[in-house]
Structure formats: C-alpha cells, structure tokens
C-alpha cells in the first residue's frame, strides 16, 4: 500500500478518534435535578403531608455509599398487652402473679408477690431462711427469752394484697391507663391508646409513598434531599441520562476502532512487497 495513502487514512481515523475522544470526556453526563421540588429537606426539618407533621430524622450512607434518609411520623393507635395465666407482671413497681379461674372467666386476679427474703432479714428475731418439717413451710422465731418456736410460713408472712380486674374495667399500668379488653382461661388481653413512630426510608432517585403522596426522592447532596410529585420531569430526565449514555457508549466505541484502525494501517505500510 502506498504511504501516501496510508497518511492519508491514517490522519483521517486519527481526526476522527480525537473528535470522537474530545466530546466524550468534555460531554456533561446529565443528573436528575428539581427546579420547584414540593420539599426540600435536612436532617431535623419537619414538614407537612396530607394534614400529617412528618420529621426527617436523619440521612445517611449504607455500606455501598448509597443515600439514604429517613423520614418518621408519630401517630395515635391502639396498643395491647397479654398477661398469660401463671405469669408474673410488674404494677406499681411490684411484681403480681396472674391468675385466672375456670374456663369462661370473665375478670382475673392480680396477687401480690411477697419478698419473703426481704421480709425475714428485716425481723432479727427470726432466721433469714424458712425451714421445712413433715411437708411443712416453717419460720424459725426467737422469742424474747431466747427461746426459738416454729411459726407456719402463712401465719409468718402478711397475706399478699389481691387486685380483680373485669372485662371493660381501667387501672394504671406503666405510666398509662389500660383497659381490660378481653379474658380467657389462658390470658387476658389489656388496651391502651398511645404512640408510635412510623419510619419511611428514602432513596436516591427511586419513588417513596409518604401518607398518600408518591414522591420522587433526589439527594443533591449528602446532607439534604428533596421530594417532588412531578414524576413526568423525573422520567424525562431518566430517559435524557439514558440517551447520554448510549451515545458515549458508541462515541467511545468510535474512538477505539478509529485508534485501532490507525495502527493497523501503519503496520500495513510497513509491510514488506512481494513486487
């Protein structure tokens, strides 16, 4: 192949490859972005959807460096509790056993756990353990002669205080007031209206539900992100990021083959003739 010919192709793949090099890396790539965004958010800002308060809480990265934030809302609910029958339960900073009686039982019975151990050590005249005698629970007292007598554990220890509660009836438990809503021979069910916090997790550029509201959720940063209802604009632009990147795809494959191609005409003009 002539030389001539070959500087010719040569110029012209390398003209082309440059072109082709200078706007790829010169190109912007386009980024999703939100002129009028319903919200724009940092970590602690509280704003308003469908009547509701809602609280950014924080934002964060995952192990992969993605965006995340998390957005929170508390809101008013039923809550419940069950008691089983024979369980202990702690009420007015005293623990209680459960009990309830027979197969159709309507109400149950709290009963007073005794600290027997506190109750023995707090009396000097008595031993700080009971004793067991011919199936018998024992107390072993000193009188005040000196003289030690056995006293029947139920005689000793104070009768434990008794709390009924029925179907529909209210008492205080755990700083709050609860309801009995139901009883069976296995537990009993307690209610109670109190608050709880619903989280929602926010990603980078994906679709989120807050209250009623599909949001389009963008982080144009790592402390703030926004929330957007025009999800026309957000497919738009993913549609534009898409033919970006289609298009560097062929440009970079334009530059490869026209570089290649230039060294595969040098190497051909150096090739030996065989005339």
């Known amino acids: 192949m002539q030389r001539r010919a070959v500087a010719v192709y040569v110029a012209f ?23 009028n965004p319903d919200h724009e958010l940092s970590s602690g800002d509280t704003f308003e959807v469908d009547g509701d308060e809602y609280a950014v809480a924080e934002i964060s990265e995952d192990g992969d460096g993605n965006l995340l934030g998390q957005v929170e809302r508390n809101r008013t609910a039923e809550q419940s509790e069950s008691w089983s029958n024979g369980s202990t339960v702690e009420v007015d900073g005293d623990e209680w056993d459960v009990r309830i009686e027979g197969e159709n039982a309507s109400s ?21 353990e009971t004793i067991e005698r011919d199936g018998e629970e024992y107390v072993v007292v000193e009188d005040g002669e000196g003289e030690t007598q056995l006293v029947p554990a139920d005689e000793y220890f104070p009768t434990p205080e008794e709390r009924s509660y029925a ?17 069976s021979a296995d537990a009993a069910t307690l209610v109670w209206t109190g608050t709880e916090t619903v989280s929602t997790e926010v990603e980078q550029n994906t679709r989120v539900t807050i209250g009623d509201t599909e949001y389009i959720a963008h982080f144009p940063d790592d402390s703030s992100f926004v929330l957007s209802t025009d999800a026309e604009s957000f497919e738009a632009q993913l549609a534009e990021i898409e033919r970006h990147e289609t298009n560097s795809d062929g440009l970079w494959r334009v530059m490869i083959i026209s570089l290649l191609s230039s ?11 065989r005339y």
């Open 108 to 128: 149950f019975t709290l009963v007073e756990v005794l600290d027997r151990t506190a109750i023995l050590e707090e009396d000097s005249n008595a031993d700080n």
């Open 263 to 273: 060294g595969l005409f040098l190497a051909m003009a150096f090739m030996p003739s």
């Open 13 to 35: 793949f390398l003209l082309v490859g440059s072109a082709t090099g200078v706007i790829v890396t010169t190109a912007q790539t386009p980024e999703v972005s939100f002129e």
């Open 167 to 183: 179907v529909d009836d209210e008492f205080e438990y755990a700083d709050r007031t609860v309801t009995v809503d139901a009883v």
